[in-house]
């Protein structure tokens, strides 16, 4: 094995584990939510430590929830437990009892682990040692963290130029960590400073900016409490943002309307029957979803075009259903964006939405009068090759009605991660920005550097080519994460050294550069002291509101650093005292990092005071304000969006990944999605039934996807079909089981977003 290639196994294991189908759901928690959620903590962390510490998870004062990225109510919180199902699986992941130690390294070798499933690496549990794989090397042995940053600061100072380094960063990390690592990456010379939101929301925020001068949402969630109408669109809020599902049914309570826009009817936007309403419990729950539209994969401008054609046409015929006034005063581009509606022929658009007209016309009666409407979008549309248009064309619909800059009416791009939102605040960002730069030359005598970095695609892209040799990730699992898993582990092989700041073990740590490193890290849920202090970080949610997260149960293990220390070590190790900033302090003192947040970062003056004030202080927002001066022209802007062309032959599909209800990205917490009724199993595809007429498969049948992109073909294989209702020519599979068939080079106009929702992709039978 000595001087060869570690043999490692990119993707997951291709083993079925005992399928069981059963009808979707028609309702999302309810007491089988309470079960499952119970079931999971008390499994991974023991009775006692399961109920004392959900019951601190989203209290003020308390933890921040590691999972998704929604928001907790202003002031009261329930005393029930302000958090969800899918929340106590993410606390139960990482509160778990399980260790992985050196023994267990010693036991296992990198290329044994690959060849498990995510599932089994990811229960293996909690890191407990830094832990360092030398070259030909195939087991990861412990290390003091002395010489790991000495390994480290040493490999960053050989490279040849700053650029030939990445620091990579997922969302979970606090605004501290963040932005000292934000803040060593300028200092060492660099902004290649790819983030997980590059295969997120990053076509939301290209969107937003150009449209509306701020790359955020504009809501809070009391506009959703006020919204007479909200538009669900590319979202599975059940799964993903259950919390949020008590927000649209307080909205529905207050005589609001909720439409959904979906390839497939999620049961959780069916009905929700909240485990904090006896009355909900006992009876069938509060119905959400009041208009709900098939919409095929990646079709959602012609279908807003339609509705936006309707409405036109109402408005001409009766009156007040735009708002002329809006239109007038706050935006620009009215006249082009009405020319584009006429030039389209109505019924070509419908046909190509693949919506029932009548279904449409049932949004547009409730849209028409409406004069508050929110729009809450996800990953069904920013992950397309016109993921930002789509976002656009969202705008241009609130925009003719007035809606955005008022009480009950704007955006609500629904974030991930926990803190991805607060990571790009403070820093996390690989374009330049003058005012940061100037801000450090003030403050520290950095001299930033103004190119462009890399953001995740082509980082991936420069370290396959080898122009980037040193991949350090601040948490995430990046191999499984990214598109295209075979380039993207040959990507990292390719590198020198890659660094893993983990909580957990992954697949990343398998698929390395000749040299790698493990770093075990705090988590949220964790007490984090140092010197006798009991220390807090803070965290951003999807609403632009920063707060506290203390975490409190003891560490998994005596021997993890904290985040915003183990990048204070990378930094001096690397920088020492060239510069001004004093590294090893600020990785201790966390108040002196939020000091130097509020002198360089604009929005968080007084950070240390007003954060521990009540829970916490919204950072400005324009949009929210109605005040649209920062966009070109002065004005919000409407867009001429182009319709997507997919050019699909007879046998070809569009395929999109989808999150099952048992993960978090790529952490599997269980093998049952069962809002969508399939149990114990994830190669699963999901098809038409008429489609599986035509291509004679039948149930449970197992058959290979191949994509074929630029002559190449890339392979998933093994997935049982399930019959579901999905439209004609659509598929669905999990991520990241779907990951392998996404090539690098396709990705949003604009954002660079990995295309994960729309695939093109054919379908063969294993005999
Ligand atoms: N429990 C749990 N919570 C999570 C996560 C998790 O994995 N597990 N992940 C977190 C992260 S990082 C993120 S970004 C969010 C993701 O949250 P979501 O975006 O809700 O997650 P996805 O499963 O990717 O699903 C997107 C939805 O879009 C639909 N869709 C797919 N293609 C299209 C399309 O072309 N048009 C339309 N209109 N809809 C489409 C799918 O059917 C699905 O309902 O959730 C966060 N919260
Ligand atoms: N095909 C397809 N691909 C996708 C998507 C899709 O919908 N379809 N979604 C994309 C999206 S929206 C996202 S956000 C990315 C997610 O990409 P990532 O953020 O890179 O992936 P995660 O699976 O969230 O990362 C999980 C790992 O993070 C580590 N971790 C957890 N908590 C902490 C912590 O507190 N600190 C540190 N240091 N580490 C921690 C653990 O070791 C765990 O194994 O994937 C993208 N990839
Ligand atoms: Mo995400």
Not at 194 to 210: K, R, Y
Request: neutral net charge; aromatic residues 6%.
């Amino acid at each position: 094995m000595a001087k060869k290639d570690r043999i490692v196994n990119e993707n997951t294991s291709e083993e079925f584990t005992g399928i069981k189908v059963t009808k979707p759901a028609s309702y999302a928690a309810g007491a089988r939510g309470v079960k499952v959620a119970l079931e999971h903590a008390v499994g991974e962390m023991g009775a006692v430590r399961a109920f004392q510490t959900l019951a601190k998870l989203n209290q003020i004062g308390g933890i921040d929830c590691p999972g998704c990225a929604w928001l907790d109510p202003d002031d009261k919180r329930s005393v029930l437990g302000e958090y969800c199902e899918n929340g106590a699986k993410a606390l139960a992941e990482e509160a778990t009892l399980k260790r992985v130690t050196p023994d267990f390294f010693a036991e296992h070798s990198v290329t044994e682990m690959s060849n498990w499933s995510d599932f089994k690496i990811g229960k293996s549990g909690r890191l407990t040692h830094p832990m360092f794989l030398d070259k030909g090397a195939v087991h990861y042995k412990p290390i003091a963290w002395d010489e790991a940053f000495k390994i480290i600061g040493k490999e960053l100072k050989k490279l040849k130029d700053p650029n030939e380094a990445i620091f990579y960063t997922s969302g979970r990390s606090s605004n501290e960590a963040a932005f000292l690592y934000g803040l060593f990456a300028r200092a060492y010379g660099t902004l290649n400073m790819p983030d997980c939101s590059n295969m997120c929301h990053e076509s939301s925020g290209v969107a937003l900016s150009e449209t509306v001068g701020i790359g955020k949402g504009s809501v809070t969630l009391d506009d959703l409490h006020k919204a007479e109408v909200v538009i669900v669109i590319g979202q599975n809020p059940g799964t993903n943002h259950p919390r949020m599902l008590t927000a649209l049914s307080k909205c529905k309570d207050a005589g609001g309307s909720v439409i959904a826009i979906n390839p497939l009817e999620e049961a959780g936007l069916k009905r929700f029957k909240n485990p904090q309403s006896v009355s909900d419990m006992l009876s069938l729950g509060t119905a959400i979803t009041d208009v709900f539209l098939r919409v095929r994969i990646n079709e959602d401008i012609a279908l807003l075009k339609v509705i936006q054609k309707k409405l036109l046409e109402l408005d001409e015929k009766e009156g007040d259903v735009l708002d002329h006034d809006f239109i007038a005063e706050k935006t620009i581009g009215y006249r082009s964006l009405k020319s584009d509606l006429n030039k389209h022929n109505l019924d070509d658009l419908i046909d190509q939405s693949g919506v029932e007209e009548s279904a449409i016309d049932d949004a547009v009666k409730i849209l028409a009068p409406a004069k508050r409407i929110i729009i809450c979008w996800a990953m069904g549309l920013t992950q397309h090759k016109n993921g930002v248009e789509n976002i656009k064309e969202c705008v241009n619909l609130l925009l003719m009605k007035g809606s955005i800059g008022k009480e009950g009416a704007g955006t609500c791009p629904v974030r991930g991660h926990s803190n991805v939102q607060g990571d790009r605040s403070v820093g996390i960002v690989h374009t330049p920005s003058k005012a940061i730069a100037s801000a450090l030359k003030k403050s520290f005598d950095i001299d930033v550097p103004m190119e462009h970095g890399y953001d995740t695609v082509h980082s991936i892209m420069a370290m396959h080519d080898k122009k980037a040799k040193v991949f350090v990730s601040l948490g995430g699992n990046f191999v499984s994460a990214a598109p295209d898993t075979a380039y993207t582990a040959q990507a990292l092989k390719n590198c020198s050294m890659t660094v893993a700041v983990s909580t957990k073990l992954n697949r990343t740590h398998m698929i390395t550069g000749k040299r790698a490193l493990i770093l075990p890290t705090l988590g949220r849920s964790e007490k984090d002291v140092s010197n006798g202090k009991h220390r807090f970080v803070t965290v951003e949610n999807s609403m632009g509101k920063v707060h506290t997260s203390h975490g409190s149960l003891d560490p998994a293990s005596d021997h993890l650093m904290s985040e915003p220390e183990i990048v204070a070590n990378i930094a001096y190790a690397t920088l020492g005292d060239s510069s001004k900033v004093d590294w090893m302090s600020l990785g201790v003192d966390y108040n002196a990092i939020r000091d130097v947040i509020s002198e360089v970062v604009g929005g968080f003056n007084d950070y240390n005071e007003r954060v521990v004030e009540g829970s916490g202080f919204y950072l400005p927002n324009n949009a929210r304000e109605g005040d649209f001066s920062k966009v070109k022209g002065r004005k919000a802007r409407f867009s001429v969006c182009n319709l997507p062309y997919h050019d699909l032959d007879a046998d070809d599909f569009l395929l999109t990944s989808i999150r099952s209800h048992d993960q978090f990205n790529t952490t599997i917490y269980g093998l049952d999605d069962r809002y969508r009724g399939v149990f114990n199993e994830r190669r699963v595809l999901f098809m038409n039934p008429s489609d599986m007429k035509y291509h004679k498969l039948k149930k449970l049948d197992v058959v290979n996807i191949t994509s074929h992109y630029d002559g190449e073909t890339r392979l998933a294989p093994k997935f049982l079909i399930v019959p579901y209702k999905i439209p004609s020519q659509n598929l669905a599979c999990y991520f990241p089981e779907a990951n392998t068939l996404i090539p690098i080079d396709q990705f949003a106009d604009g954002s660079q977003t990995p295309i994960s929702k729309s695939v093109k992709v054919k379908v063969t039978k294993v005999e």
